[in-house]
């Protein structure tokens, strides 16, 4: 055999086919765990802030109705009834494992003000959260510092 004979029955340098998609290597499989991993925890995390800031939302709404009708010229013992009964029932979302459904006068005060980062943000208005709402329509009584101390304590606690 000549060496152009044996030349001839060489085959020309080919390249492997290329490698498939899937399976991917093991350090996908890593980074997809991780991946998973980081969004369970973030959504865990983010749960509560949302759920929390849907009901501020939703309770600042209620508020701002309220403020609404006082402006339209709802008596002040009807809204400070509503204002009371709002701050009630965000009490009792905040804090359903603290029994604040029963308290009322001293107590109900004494509570709201623990609960706020705003020390004695209800002492003045302790008479219209807990005799205002009890008067006779025409009673005469402003609704308005009651209106800011529920908004301040909605935004501070909820």
Request: contains cysteine; hydrophobic residues 50%; glycine residues 6%.
């Amino acid at each position: 055999m000549t060496p152009d004979q044996l030349l001839a029955g060489l085959r020309d340098v080919h390249t492997p086919p290329e490698p498939h998609w899937w399976p991917p290597a093991p350090g996908w499989w890593v980074v997809l765990l991780l991946a998973v991993m980081l969004a369970a925890i973030a959504i865990r995390y983010a749960m509560p802030r949302l759920q929390r800031w849907r009901r501020r939302r939703r309770l600042l709404a209620a508020l701002a109705a309220i403020e609404r009708r006082y402006r339209a010229g709802a008596s002040e013992a009807q809204i400070a009834a509503d204002v009371s009964q709002l701050l009630r029932v965000a009490a009792l979302e905040r804090f359903p494992e603290r029994g604040v459904a029963g308290l009322h006068g001293k107590e109900w005060i004494a509570f709201l003000e623990s609960c706020d980062r705003a020390p004695a943000r209800f002492d003045a208005l302790h008479e219209a959260l807990t005799v205002v709402p009890y008067r006779r329509p025409d009673a005469g009584a402003d609704a308005a510092p009651l209106l800011r101390a529920a908004r301040g304590w909605l935004r501070a606690v909820v």
